[in-house]
């Protein structure tokens, strides 16, 4: 079914929701009782990539309707209201680079400049979006109607060899922080730790010294991307719980950047909270040859798609859309997803697996689960599966504001 001709019954729902209780299904195919319990919950997701599309010379308009057929995002306002996302944490990512002074400080600017357009966002809507800095913030944003935007950082490769950095984005807002990414780097072995290898054991000294550091200011600590040694060491040493803030089930599909079900409870024991990926769900078979030869014509043609602007980058996305068309890329679909979120919730309980991690805008999404207008699927099968409204609560989000909350009160108590 086209989508495009359902959308305006779903804006229906969003802003008029009585409206939708004569109508039925809705345009994702969820039913007006789980939609309205969907959008009453307070919903956040601890991994926007989003920020990335700020920054592409092109630039991208958060307050516009996109289509995810078309351009591949995941994310905007409108989008959020049809998905019922009240907010989450907005990633400075920052892709690994040499351990060099030349690499550490380039990444440093561009890491500041990233932060800087989050801000920008924020500033040039603010009847639509503000910055939340404690767990009373959120709060306050999400009752005054407005959408929470926390500032989190993927890869602390960009504090170089200076620790007293994660106190500078501290101060721009960062609440969530992970120490490493795809690449072992100066902080801490990486899930995939490419060509400097497991160099650590784990964390490094200046990993052990971030993990203090971010405990003390009242950050709350991502473990994804992080190797398994790396992820118990947190555990064992951070003062408060952690997050997995996208993170996927070891035992559903062996693969690094998922983790083994003893390492979860662990975490949870802890307290921390697992929020759901939907990559890595299962070993996908590679794409054909066919499809192979034709995204390499395509890169040939176009070069580096961020850079792509105006006519040139619609002409590019019509061809990308022919292409999918004709040799669709091999996807997991939304219940492989479910079948992850069950299978760690049974594991670890309610109260340590959160909803919102799929890593939208980072490679996220499925085969019917394409962005966050989606999000209420997943609320409508776990109500069916027995799961309560207060449950849903906790999964969607306030599992995550009992972490972040945790992080505030130690650093409160510690503060000199
Ligand atoms: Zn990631």
């Known amino acids: 079914m086209a989508r495009s001709k359902l959308i305006p019954f779903a804006l229906l729902c969003a802003t008029a929701l009585t409206a939708c209780s004569t109508l039925s299904p809705s345009a994702i195919g969820v039913s007006p009782e789980a939609m309205a319990i969907h959008?009453?919950?307070?919903?956040?997701?601890?991994?926007?990539?989003?920020?990335?599309l700020l920054d592409a010379p092109r630039g991208y308009d958060i307050m516009k309707r996109h289509d995810v057929e078309r351009d591949g995002s995941q994310v905007d306002l409108p989008r959020m209201n049809e998905g019922g996302l009240d907010g989450g944490f907005w990633a400075i990512?920052?892709?690994?680079?040499?351990l060099t002074p030349e690499g550490y400080a380039d990444i440093r600017d561009k890491a500041l400049i990233r932060s800087t357009s989050i801000h920008e966002m924020v500033a040039a809507n603010p009847g639509a979006f503000e910055i939340a800095l404690t767990v009373d913030d959120a709060m306050r944003i999400h009752a005054a109607g407005k959408k929470i935007v926390f500032l989190s950082m993927e890869n602390s490769y960009e504090l170089g060899d200076d620790i007293t950095l994660i106190d500078t984005f501290f101060k721009l807002g960062v609440r969530l922080i992970g120490p490493v990414h795809n690449g072992t780097n100066q902080l801490a072995d990486s899930a995939n730790p490419g060509t400097v290898g497991a160099k650590w054991g784990g964390l490094s000294p200046m990993g052990r010294a971030f993990v203090k550091r971010a405990n003390e200011l009242g950050m709350v600590l991502d473990g994804s991307h992080s190797a398994d040694t790396t992820v118990e060491q947190m555990i064992d040493l951070s003062?408060?719980?952690?997050?997995?803030?996208?993170?996927?089930?070891?035992?559903?599909?062996d693969h690094p950047r998922n983790l083994p079900d003893?390492?979860?409870?662990?975490?949870?024991?802890?307290?921390?909270?697992?929020?759901?990926?939907?990559?890595?769900?299962?070993?996908?078979?590679?794409?054909?040859?066919?499809?192979?030869?034709?995204?390499?014509?395509?890169?040939d043609k176009y070069g580096t798609v961020a850079d792509l602007?105006?006519?040139?980058?619609?002409?590019?996305?019509?061809?990308?859309?022919?292409?999918?068309?004709t040799y669709p890329a091999p996807m997991a679909d939304f219940e492989?997803?479910?079948k992850q979120i069950l299978y760690g919730i049974k594991l670890l309980g309610v109260d340590h697996v959160g909803l919102?991690?799929?890593?939208?805008?980072?490679?996220?999404?499925?085969?019917?689960?394409?962005?966050?207008?989606?999000?209420?699927?997943?609320?409508?099968?776990?109500?069916?599966?027995?799961?309560?409204?207060?449950?849903?609560?906790?999964m969607w989000g306030g599992n995550v504001l009992r972490v972040v909350k945790a992080a505030q009160d130690y650093a409160a108590s510690v503060k000199k």
Do not use: C
């Not at 602007?309 to 068309?325: I, P, Q, S, V």
């Not at 999404?365 to 449950?391: F, H, N, W």
């Open 356 to 394: 919102g991690g799929a890593d939208w805008d980072g490679g996220g999404g499925l085969s019917g689960y394409r962005d966050i207008t989606y999000m209420p699927k997943v609320t409508e099968r776990l109500l069916k599966a027995g799961y309560t409204e207060a449950d849903l609560a906790k």
């Open 309 to 325: 602007t105006g006519a040139k980058y619609e002409a590019y996305l019509d061809e990308m859309g022919t292409l999918n068309r």
């Open 93 to 98: 990512y920052m892709g690994q680079g040499p």
């Open 239 to 253: 003062a408060t719980p952690i997050i997995l803030s996208h993170h996927g089930v070891r035992a559903l599909n």
């Open 39 to 52: 959008q009453r919950l307070l919903s956040l997701d601890t991994h926007l990539d989003t920020p990335a």
């Open 336 to 338: 492989d997803y479910m």
């Open 262 to 299: 003893a390492l979860l409870k662990k975490l949870a024991a802890r307290g921390g909270v697992i929020q759901m990926n939907t990559l890595f769900l299962k070993a996908s078979p590679p794409p054909s040859a066919e499809r192979v030869a034709a995204l390499k014509a395509l890169s």
